[in-house]
């Protein structure tokens, strides 16, 4: 099974400024990795899949990269809306095995 | 709109078996390259992903969860329903279906609201 490493675990940062999200894959998962965000009490809702495609309706201030076994999820200019959890998944195989992170919590600084 | 509603029991005793439902509207399962799943995530943990059906309705199934879960559909009723067998307190959770389109290239692009479902006696 493919594991998913997020890093940190909480990330403290001021609204207006810039939140860097790490992700990592035990193995090659190419760019077959997507980024959700959760909020409590709502559905994951998808941000950005294929590495760095942004998902329909995404403002471009969430923006992806990496492929292979390092990813990077940056939101830039954090609004109040943005603070939430951040979940990577990997769907590089089929039969699927769909692995997600553990997640990152943003939280206000 | 395209919508994907659950349902099921809030409380189910241990042991028991837990039948989740999965409404969907606004596509159709049988649509080419179109999946539907679910994933599940416990209070304050993260997001595990159980089962799969494609649009011709193969099933895929997560390995450590593989002998105590079924999917299966109602293409007329438009609904995916989920079984798991022998349920414990660990499989409290919030259940989610979500539909991946362009299946399997893609992944999930939307779940539902999600139902939570209590193990205890």
């Known amino acids: 099974e493919i594991v998913m490493t997020q890093s940190p675990a909480t990330l403290s940062v001021s609204p207006g400024d810039r939140a860097t999200l790490s992700c990592r894959a035990s193995q090659s998962v190419n760019r077959k990795l997507a980024w959700y965000q959760g909020k409590p009490g709502q559905a994951p809702r998808l941000l950005i899949y294929a590495a760095s495609t942004r998902a329909t309706g995404i403002p471009a201030r969430f923006s992806g990269s990496g492929s292979g076994t390092e990813f990077t999820l940056t939101i830039s200019g954090l609004q109040s809306e943005d603070f939430a959890v951040y979940y990577c998944q990997q769907y590089n195989n089929w039969p699927p095995t769909y692995t997600f992170g553990q997640g990152t919590k943003l939280e206000i600084k | 709109q395209v919508t994907l509603t659950e349902s099921g029991p809030a409380l189910v005793r241990p042991t028991q078996t837990l039948t989740l439902t999965c409404s969907v509207s606004g596509f159709f399962l049988t649509t080419s390259a179109l999946c539907v799943g679910w994933i599940r995530q416990p209070p304050g943990k993260a997001l595990e992903w159980l089962a799969l059906?494609?649009?011709?309705?193969?099933?895929y199934y997560s390995t450590s969860l593989k002998t105590r879960l079924t999917i299966s559909r109602d293409t007329s009723k438009n609904q995916v329903v989920l079984t798991m067998t022998n349920v414990d307190p660990v499989d409290t959770a919030t259940y989610y279906c979500?539909?991946?389109?362009?299946?399997?290239?893609?992944?999930?692009?939307?779940y539902g609201q999600g139902t939570m479902v209590t193990v205890s006696s």
């Open positions: 979500g539909r991946i389109v362009n299946c399997p290239l893609w992944t999930f692009d939307i």
């Open positions: 059906i494609d649009w011709n309705g193969d099933k």
